[in-house]
T-cell receptor, first 117, second 114 residues
Framework: DTGVSQDPRHKITKRGQNVTFRCDPISEHNRLYWYRQTLGQGPEFLTYFQNEAQLEKSRLLSDRFSAERPKGSFSTLEIQRTEQGDSAMYLC???????????????FGEGSWLTVV | SQQGEEDPQALSIQEGENATMNCSYKTSINNLQWYRQNSGRGLVHLILIRSNEREKHSGRLRVTLDTSKKSSSLLITASRAADTASYFC??????????????FGKGTKLTVNP
C-alpha cells in the first residue's frame, strides 16, 4: 500500500537559500494539498491542486513560495530566499475526487522538516 | 486562520482511563474529522462524522457532534500508552457539497502514562 511520499524528510538551509520539496500522492488521488505546521500548532492550509490546476492559495503563500503539479501527479513546493520564519514542517496530503468517497478525508505524508539557520 | 479550537490543550492520564477531548468551531460545516499525530510525524485520519450525525463509534473511539453548539468531542476509552499523541479536529471550509480543504484546530496533546 503506497501512501503519500515526501522528500526530503529533513532539510537544513542557510537563510537566503532556495529549497524545494517534492510530494508523490497516492496514485489514484487527483487532489493534492500542501500544509505548513509549526511547533504546537495545527496544520495551516497553503495551497490545493486538482489534477495540474492550482485552485486555491492561502494568503500565507507569499510570493517567495511557489507550488507546481505539472502533470497532475507529483508536486513540488519551492521556497525562495528562505527566512528563519519559514522553519516548519511542510505537509503534503492527497484525496479522492469530490464525490468519489463520503466526506473529504485526506491522507497525509510524513512531512518535510525545514530548518533555516 | 484556524476554525477549530481543541480543549484542553494538554491532557495527561493513566493507562486504562478514558480521555475526552473537545473541539469547537465557528461556521457551518459539512462534516468534522479527527486526526492523530505522533510527535514529528504526519497526521493519520481517525474518524469522520457528518453534520447530520450525532454520534459515531470506531473501536475505542467515540465521537459526538452538536451542530447547535458548534462543538464535537472525541472519547478514547481504555487508553493505552500507544495513544500518546496530538489529536486534531478538522472541518471542511464550506457548508455543503464537499470542500477542497480542511481547516485544523491547534490540537490536544494527550499523554497516557503507563
Amino acid at each position: 500500500d503506497t501512501g503519500v511520499s515526501q522528500d526530503p524528510r529533513h532539510k537544513i538551509t542557510k537563510r537566503g537559500q532556495n529549497v524545494t520539496f517534492r510530494c508523490d500522492p497516492i496514485s489514484e488521488h487527483n487532489r493534492l494539498y500542501w500544509y505548513r505546521q509549526t511547533l504546537g500548532q495545527g496544520p495551516e492550509f497553503l495551497t490545493y491542486f486538482q489534477n495540474e490546476a492550482q485552485l486555491e492559495k492561502s494568503r500565507l503563500l507569499s510570493d517567495r513560495f511557489s507550488a507546481e503539479r505539472p502533470k497532475g501527479s507529483f508536486s513540488t513546493l519551492e521556497i525562495q530566499r528562505t527566512e528563519q520564519g519559514d522553519s516548519a514542517m511542510y505537509l503534503c496530503a492527497s484525496s479522492w475526487p469530490l464525490g468519489a468517497r463520503p466526506g473529504n478525508t485526506i491522507y497525509f505524508g510524513e512531512g518535510s522538516w525545514l530548518t533555516v539557520v | 486562520s484556524q476554525q477549530g479550537e481543541e480543549d484542553p490543550q494538554a491532557l495527561s492520564i493513566q493507562e486504562g482511563e478514558n480521555a475526552t477531548m473537545n473541539c469547537s468551531y465557528k461556521t457551518s460545516i459539512n462534516n468534522l474529522q479527527w486526526y492523530r499525530q505522533n510527535s514529528g510525524r504526519g497526521l493519520v485520519h481517525l474518524i469522520l462524522i457528518r453534520s447530520n450525525e450525532r454520534e459515531k463509534h470506531s473501536g475505542r473511539l467515540r465521537v459526538t457532534l452538536d451542530t447547535s453548539k458548534k462543538s464535537s468531542s472525541l472519547l478514547i476509552t481504555a487508553s493505552r500508552a500507544a495513544d500518546t499523541a496530538s489529536y486534531f479536529c478538522a472541518t471542511d471550509a464550506r457548508p455543503q457539497g464537499g470542500s477542497e480543504k480542511l481547516v485544523f484546530g491547534k490540537g490536544t496533546k494527550l499523554t497516557v502514562n503507563p
